[in-house]
């Protein structure tokens, strides 16, 4: 069992291009969600999807795009980086309702 | 919106001493989790509560929510070095539009001296 998989582990993009983080779940979780983690802010919500279809903003949206198109997968877009957006990035799924998250491993985003 | 602070930030102890992390949100949850993230790691759940006053213990760890469902700690009693990390609550705001979202704290940076 894979749990969540996400890809890249390391990337460094320069300022201006654009890239998708990639997230997949197979647990049939309908619950997925990106946060991104700074030092001493904790984890920060970007967007989450309580199903196929269906996505809505966390609190820092600005800069990302997510979409879900079947229930295991989960993209996050950047659109244009900026170097405020050096970050480490984690993916979440869980069963929808007061259950547990489950991560994934993380991406480590340097933008210069 | 729903806001979460966890203190303190950083705390360094000497093996074998005790050590706790406290959580207090600005709404009250529906319940609130507990997660460890070890270092260059992502984070694990540990537990959840859900009850008032609820108390849990895992071992050397307790576990409590505020009567109010407010506010929350983690206690490690005699630490040792595997319980290095980052220790992060996580808050599930009762009731209104906010469905599932998960608001985390700050965390607690625990550095555990031999």
């Known amino acids: 069992n894979a749990g969540v998989t996400q890809t890249p582990k390391f990337q460094v993009l320069k300022t201006g291009q654009s890239m998708t983080l990639q997230c997949a779940q197979d647990?049939?979780?309908?619950?997925m969600s990106w946060y991104r983690q700074d030092p001493g802010m904790g984890l920060r919500l970007i967007h989450y999807?309580?199903?196929?279809?269906?996505?809505d903003q966390g609190e820092v949206p600005n800069g990302y795009n997510v979409s879900r198109s079947t229930t295991e997968d989960f993209p996050l877009r950047l659109l244009s980086a900026a170097p405020s957006q050096t970050s480490v990035y984690f993916c979440a799924s869980r069963v929808t309702g007061i259950t547990e998250a489950f991560f994934g491993q993380g991406t480590r985003l340097t933008v210069v | 919106g729903q806001q979460v602070m966890q203190i303190p930030q950083y705390q360094h102890v000497q093996e074998g001493e005790d050590f706790t992390t406290y959580c207090n949100s600005s709404t009250t949850l529906s319940n609130i989790q507990w997660y460890k993230q070890r270092p260059g790691g992502h984070p694990v759940f540990l537990i959840q509560?859900?009850?008032?006053?609820e108390v849990k213990k895992q071992k050397r760890l307790t576990f409590q929510f505020g009567e109010a469902k407010k506010n929350s700690s983690l206690h490690i009693t005699a630490t040792q070095t595997t319980d290095v990390g980052t220790y992060f609550c996580?808050?599930?705001?009762?009731?209104?539009?906010?469905?599932?979202?998960?608001?985390f704290g700050q965390g607690t940076i625990l550095t555990v001296h031999p």
């Open positions: 647990m049939n979780h309908e619950y």
């Open positions: 996580a808050g599930l705001q009762a009731g209104g539009t906010s469905y599932g979202k998960l608001t």
């Open positions: 509560l859900v009850k008032s006053g």
């Open positions: 999807s309580v199903g196929a279809g269906i996505t």
